[in-house]
């Protein structure tokens, strides 16, 4: 089966250096979402991407956080300069026309 | 803010038992609500989603109900298995299946 691929698995970084994360969502599923979730919480949504554009960005922290999908596929989440509440598991997922998300195995990044 | 309780937080049971986990919603107008399955340190699998107009799916041996007017959902686990330990998520949306709002979950360990 099909998965959404995220790499790296566990980043860890100095507090105010520059981390990113990348995403391949399942081939053909247009909708991308990037969720932060805290230990012991459930995910939060920072971003929808609908193709190559941004759908929701609301809870996105901008003056740190960026995202982009420059091709309608791949995904890129970068964080600068990272904070030491920034550490979590950042998830991504996709999603075809509506249908139930499919979710990567997320990675764990701790800020020291 | 849009909240979503799941009790309990934590849950020991033996093999064999059948269970129930409960979520509760404090949005009237949710349109889907999921059920989620969640490994140590790994992404998130969809188990079931109940559209708004339905009242409850079923997946072998998991049954998940929903009560919109009373805000509650249940997730029910026939004869239950070592296999099925993990933490389990209930989300809802409001017509964005990828904008979900999530519990904290309810971390399920089952006993041989």
Not at chain 1, 59 to 76: H, I, M, N, W, Y
Request: aromatic share 8%.
């Amino acid at each position: 089966e099909a998965e959404v691929a995220q790499s790296p698995r566990y980043k860890i970084t100095e507090k105010s250096q520059a981390v990113a994360f990348w995403c391949d969502p399942i081939s053909g599923h247009a909708t991308l979402y990037w969720y932060r979730q805290i230990l012991g919480q459930g995910p939060e949504l920072l971003v929808q991407f609908q193709d190559e554009s941004v759908v929701d960005d609301s809870q996105l922290p901008k003056d740190r956080f960026s995202a982009e999908r420059l091709k309608g596929v791949d995904s890129t989440l970068k964080i600068q300069p990272a904070e030491l509440g920034d550490s979590a598991m950042y998830l991504c997922a996709s999603s075809f026309n509506n249908s139930p998300l499919h979710f990567g195995n997320g990675t764990r990044l701790t800020v020291t | 803010k849009q909240e979503v309780t799941q009790i309990p937080a934590a849950l020991s049971v033996p093999e064999g038992e059948n269970l129930v986990l409960n979520c509760s919603f404090t949005d009237s107008a949710i349109y889907n609500l999921q059920w989620f399955r969640q490994d140590p340190g790994k992404g998130l699998t969809s188990l079931l989603l109940i559209q708004s107009s339905q009242r409850e799916q079923t997946s072998g041996r998991l049954n998940a109900s929903l009560d919109k007017s009373s805000g509650r959902s249940t997730l029910y686990i026939a004869a239950s298995q070592p296999g099925d330990s993990a933490t389990y998520l209930c989300a809802h949306d409001r017509g964005s299946q990828g904008n979900l709002i999530f519990g904290k979950g309810t971390k399920l360990s089952v006993k041989p």
